[in-house]
C-alpha cells in the first residue's frame, strides 16, 4: 500500500503539498495543464536561493512574459512532444517535474539518481526520442536518461541506460562521454532529424568556448566543431553562458539565450554562423534553462506543410500524409507587388518557413521553381505525376479554396503566421485502347436488354474479340494511390470513369440499374460510377471508317480525390470495310414536305437506299429509292443524296434508309422523325435552360416528362387539350443533361436532349 504524506497548510488559504512515494506525483494543489505547441520559447529563472518563474518568450522581438510563478527551483528542462508538457528537475529534491501551461507541478522520485558531484544541481536537461528525459550537470563526468513515456510501464520514470536498448540502468549509474571528460555546457537541444544533442560550450570555459557540440546519447560520443561559433556579436557580448537553448522546425538551426545580456541568436550548424534575432527587454538571466515546441517557428514567420492528400479536401483538416510529398518543391513567399519576397525549400516532411518577415499581405506559390527575391513571382507547377487538391490558410476544417491551383490565398503577417497548407495528390491515367476485331465480330442482334439500333451494330465490352490487353474490354487505367499498379483501375474496383466524347458512326448504350440508357456526351462527359464491363455495349454504323471500320470514343479517370487524367482514346477497327459509309443522314420539315438529305464517304457494290417511313418506328413502308451514284469500282468521295416526302403523315413521321448492295445483302440508317401539326413541330426551348422550359406545338392531351441520364423521370406534366404550349418548372434541377420525352395520345413519342445550365 502506498503511503501519502501531506503538509498542513500553516495560514487560511495556503495549499495543501502532498507526496506520494515511488514515482507517484505530488500535487500543488492544482493538476498542471498541457501546453499547445506554439511558437513560444519558454524559460525558467530564478534567484539564487528562490524558486523559480515559468516565463514564455517571443524570440522575434525579446518581449518576455510571465506564465506564473512555481513552488521550486526548477532546471534542466526540455519540452516532450509526447504529451505537451516541459520535464525537468526540481534542484532542491532532485526530483523529476511535469511542468503544465499554468505553472502547476507533479513532482516524481526516481529511483537510483544520484545527487550532482560537480555542482549544487543539474543545471542541462533535454527530453529526446520517444520520451527520454537527457540531464547532465555542468562539468561532471556522467549524465542519466530518465524514461518520461508512461506506455513503457516496466522503465516509466526510471533510470534507463540508451547504451543498452533504454534496459533499466544499473549501477554504477548513467553513461560517461566518448572523446570528452567533462562538457562546460548550460542548456542543449535535440535535433530529431539526426538524432543528436546540440549547444554551444559556455564563454567562460577555458579551453573550448563559443566551440559548438554534439551529443549521441546513445553511443555516448560527443564531437566539438574545431571552429567557434562567430557572427551577431555573439563573441563581443556574451561572456559567461548560453543557458537556455530553443529548437524548431528551421532546418540545420537552433538557438540560444546568452546570460549575460539576454540576447536570442540563431545558431546556423552548416556555417557555424550566429545571427542576433533579438535582446530579451528584460535583459539576461542567471539559474535558467529553456525549452521549445520543436515542431514550431520560434521567430516571426510564416509556415506550412504540403500535404499528400491522396483523397481530396483532406488537407482541410491537415489530415493530409506529410512523409509522402515529392523532392524539387519550393514554397515562394510574394508580396502585393507580384515580386518575390523570400523562397524556402519544402523538407521531407512537407514543412517549410520563412523567418523573420516584415508585416504585411503575402500569398505562397508552390512551385518547382526556385525563385529570386526581387523579382516576379514563378508559375505554380508540381514534379511530374503530381496535381494540387487544394490550399488553405488558418486552423484546421478551414475548407480549400478554388481552384486548387497551388497559390493560396492572401494573408496578413502580423506575428507569426500558420497552417499555410497545400494539398497535393498523384492524379490517375487512363489506359489508351485499340483493337482489331473480324467483321463478323459486331453483330445485327442485340444483346439482350439492349436496343436495335438501325443501320447499327453492336459488340458487348466484355467480348472475347477485345483482345491484348489484361484487362480485355474494359475501360482502365492506373492510380498510384487508389490502385495497386498499371490497368488495375478497371471493372469491379469502384471506379469513376468519364466518356468524353464519342465518333460520329459510334453509339454507347450502359446500364446505370434501371436498364441500358443511350450515354449522350453533347452536354458535356457521362460519369460512370463503380464501372462495370458487363453494362457496356459499344455500337458501329454499318460501313463506317475508312479503310476498316473506325469505331469508338474517349474517355477519361476520376480518383478518389476527384481528380480526372486526360482523355484516352478507345477504338475498335474491324478487318475490312463494309460497303458503305454513311456519314450523316438528316431530316427537315419544309412547308409542308420533309426534305431527306445525306452522304457518303465511301462506297462498294452500292446498289442504292430505299427510304421508308413509319407512322411508329415499328411498321415501315418504302415510299421511295434512290439509286446509288457511286461508280462500279467504288467510291472514296463525298456523295451527296437527296429525298422529298411530298405528304408527310399529318402528325408524326418517322425515316430510315435501307442500304441495298447488288447482293441484295442490307443494312439500316439510325431513325430519324418529324412531328407536325399544321406545318408545326413540337419543340422544346430554351435550350439551355435555366429556370423554366416552354414545350410549344402540342395539340392536346401529350404527357411531357423531363429524365435523367439513368431514365429516371424528374419532371412530370399532362396538358389539356386546349394546351398548344406547356412551361415546366426546373429550377430545382442540377446543372447537367437531361432528356425531354412527349408521349402523344397514340402512344408515339419524340425525346430531345436538354441541358441546363445556370
Known sequence: MKKVYCIKPFFKGALAICTYLMGVPVSWGQEPTAFTCTSSAYQVSGPNTGNSTLYSYNVSTGTQT????????????????????????????NQVVKIGANAALSTYSVPNLPAPTVTPYYNVGEVFGDGYLFIYSRLAARYYVIDINPARTS????????????????????????????????????????????????AQSATNAYRRFTINPVTQQVTITPTTVA????????????????????????????????????????TNTATLISTALTGGANNNDGASCPNALLVTSISGM???????????????????????????LIGTDGNVVAVAPVNSSGFYGFNNIPVGNYYVVLSTTNGTPGTPAPLPELPAGWANTGEFIGPENTGNTAPADGISPVFTVGGNSTDINFGIQQPPVADVKSYLVPNAAFSATPIAGYPSLPGYQSIPASSANLTGYPTGGALSGSDPEDCAGPGTCNTGTGTTFNIETINGSTELYYDFGAGPVAIDVSGGPVSISNFDVAKLVIYGITGSGTGGNLIGFTYSLTDNAGATSSSAAYSIETESPMPVTLV???????????????ITSSEENSKGFEIERSTNASVWARIGFVQSISPEAGSTNQLDYRFTDLAPL?????????????????????????????????????????????????????????????????????????????????????????????????????????????
Not at 67 to 89: E, K
Not at 239 to 263: C, E, H, M, R, W
Not at 306 to 327: E, F, I, K, Q, R
Not at 677 to 695: C, K, Q, R, W, Y
Open 650 to 758: 399529318q402528325r408524326k413521321s418517322y425515316y430510315r434508309l435501307k442500304m441495298i448492295d447488288f447482293d441484295g445483302k442490307y443494312t439500316h440508317s439510325s431513325v430519324r422523325v418529324i412531328t407536325a401539326e399544321n406545318g408545326a413541330s413540337v419543340h422544346a426551348f430554351p435550350n439551355p435552360a435555366m429556370d423554366e422550359l416552354t414545350i410549344d406545338g402540342l395539340t392536346g392531351s401529350e404527357t411531357v416528362k423531363v429524365l435523367d441520364i439513368f431514365g429516371r423521370t424528374l419532371v412530370e406534366s399532362s396538358n389539356n387539350e386546349a394546351e398548344v404550349r406547356k412551361t415546366l418548372d426546373i429550377r430545382h434541377l442540377p446543372n447537367g443533361t437531361y432528356l425531354i420525352n412527349i408521349r402523344m395520345p397514340d402512344g408515339t413519342s419524340v425525346s430531345q436532349k436538354l441541358i441546363k445550365s445556370k
Open 231 to 270: 557572427g551577431g556579436g555573439i563573441q563581443n557580448n556574451e561572456k559567461v553562458a548560453f543557458g537556455s537553448i530553443f529548437i524548431d522546425q528551421t532546418p540545420n538551426t537552433f538557438y540560444v539565450f546568452a546570460n549575460t545580456l539576454g540576447g536570442f541568436y540563431r545558431v546556423d550548424v552548416t
Open 155 to 202: 522503465t516509466y520514470l526510471q533510470l534507463v541506460d540508451p547504451t543498452a536498448s533504454y534496459a533499466l540502468d544499473t549501477a554504477p549509474f548513467g553513461n560517461t562521454f566518448a572523446g570528452v571528460s567533462s562538457l562546460d555546457i548550460s542548456d542543449i537541444v535535440y535535433d530529431a532529424s539526426n538524432g543528436l544533442l546540440h549547444g554551444i560550450i559556455d
Open 584 to 598: 450523316s443522314f438528316k431530316a427537315r420539315l419544309e412547308s409542308n414536305t420533309v426534305n431527306l438529305t445525306w
Open 306 to 332: 504540403v500535404l499528400h492528400d491522396p483523397d481530396g479536401g483532406n488537407v482541410n483538416n491537415s489530415t493530409g500524409n506529410a512523409n509522402s510529398v515529392p523532392s524539387g518543391l519550393y514554397a515562394n
Open 66 to 93: 510571465i506564465i506564473g510563478a512555481l513552488p521550486a527551483r526548477i532546471n534542466a528542462i526540455g519540452y516532450n512532444t509526447l504529451d505537451n508538457y516541459i520535464w525537468g528537475i526540481n534542484v532542491l529534491t
